[in-house]
């Protein structure tokens, strides 16, 4: 039900309503130059009621984001995983301050990608938007909002903030092996070695090889299972970076054999427990890494532990494997983070796969 009155030259609307406890609400809005106007507010507000929307609640954009984020995504993402999170925020937060999640517009999103996209590369800025897409999306089932405000947003992003994925050639793969496998031979009881080597041969990330236990080594059918991985922090096991990382993967008896000598003088079922009774942190891992590089004089700026993951998808590439099966190998959510993620390495490699293509034509 709408009344309407004009106070000081100006309209004002005023629409009430009972909910299902009977209690009576009301909502106004002043100010408007003609009574047409006023009656247009009222008219929409009521249709907002009919839809279903709750058109007297109020949230800043911020404030919804951090109860979303607190309500359904924090107790589910792995602490990397909630950092893009966090810096979400802070950039949402710079940008637009304590305005009402109702008042956002689709051209104010817009302007916001323009400016935060002109200072990121273009993987941290579709991130971002997948997020705050998600986020709107919530805002709208909880009745905030009615329209998806970043629906059909131009994502802008400076390729110059792009980080090259960091790899090393086959020949330095091959060189860091050796001396790594040789290394570990004579000190077992250093295991960052033995966790070099399983990067090098699996792809797999830090914290799923600190996590290894015996249990999840298939000696028979030459497979590794990764269903957990490593708080390093509380020194305990934690679930995987998501589901698409819970997989089964096909190992080389070369592995196979260096853990076997791990496994004869094992005294827990955790394969990397070191001589002092703890898996190796990332400061370990890397410092040993560093070191082997060193001796090797093979130098790669900012190269560290991770990047034995981006070396393994570049020795694969080179060997011809498909894109598909290392997505799966390396756990990725679905095949286009793997090719966002190494687009430069793939890159690298058309010119042989385009001779595979032109041979393969030619056949017919």
């Known amino acids: 039900m709408a009344s309407y009155s004009k106070r000081f030259g100006k309209w004002q609307a005023r ?26 507010w009222a008219i929409d507000q009521e249709a907002k009621f009919n839809q279903g929307i709750a058109i007297n609640k109020s949230i800043s954009f911020i404030d919804y984001f951090k109860s979303w984020v607190s ?5 589910k993402l ?59 999306k919530s805002a709208i089932l909880d009745d905030y909002l009615i329209k998806d405000f970043t629906q059909q947003v131009e994502l802008v992003s400076n390729n110059d903030k792009t980080r090259k994925v960091d790899y090393l050639n086959l020949d330095e793969i091959h060189r860091l092996l050796v001396a790594t496998i040789k290394g570990a031979k004579e ?3 250093f295991t960052s ?25 298939d000696w028979f059918h030459h497979t590794l299972s990764i269903t957990k991985s490593w708080n390093a922090t509380t020194r305990e096991f934690k679930s995987t970076k998501n589901e698409s990382s819970y997989r089964k993967i096909k190992v080389n008896s070369e592995l196979l054999d ?37 001796e090797l004089n093979i130098h790669r700026y900012n190269f560290h532990f991770h990047s034995l993951r981006h070396s393994h998808v570049a020795l694969l590439l080179a060997k011809g ?21 190494y687009t430069y390495l793939i890159d690298e490699y058309k010119h042989k796969n385009d001779e595979k293509i032109i041979s393969a034509l030619s056949s017919l």
């Not at 925020?89 to 689709?106: M, V």
């Not at 498909?322 to 983070?337: E, F, W």
Request: hydrophobic share 35%.
């Open 258 to 294: 260096l853990l076997k000598i791990l496994f004869d003088r094992s005294i827990s079922n955790m394969v990397f427990l070191d001589q002092y009774g703890s898996i190796p942190t990332s400061n370990a891992v890397n410092k040993t890494l560093r070191s082997i590089l060193s």
């Open 78 to 136: 792995a602490d990397i995983t909630l950092a893009r999170y966090t810096y979400t925020q802070q950039a949402l937060e710079a940008f637009f301050h304590e305005t009402d999640i109702k008042k956002i517009t689709r051209q104010q999103y817009q302007k916001f990608i323009n400016e935060y996209g002109a200072n990121h590369a273009p993987a941290t800025v579709r991130k971002v938007n997948s997020i705050v897409r998600a986020c709107v």
């Open 71 to 75: 309500t359904y995504k924090e107790n």
């Open 321 to 341: 494997v498909d894109i598909y099966a290392i997505s799966k190998r390396l756990g990725h959510k679905d095949i286009s983070t793997t090719i966002n993620t």
């Open 187 to 189: 000190r077992p009881g």
């Open 15 to 40: 629409i009430s309503w009972y909910d299902s406890s009977h209690k009576r609400h009301t909502l106004s809005k002043g100010s408007f130059a003609t009574k047409k106007m006023a009656q247009q």
């Open 193 to 217: 070695r033995y966790m070099i080597a399983t990067a090098i041969y699996t792809g797999m990330r830090l914290s799923e090889i600190q996590a290894l236990t015996w249990n999840d080594i």
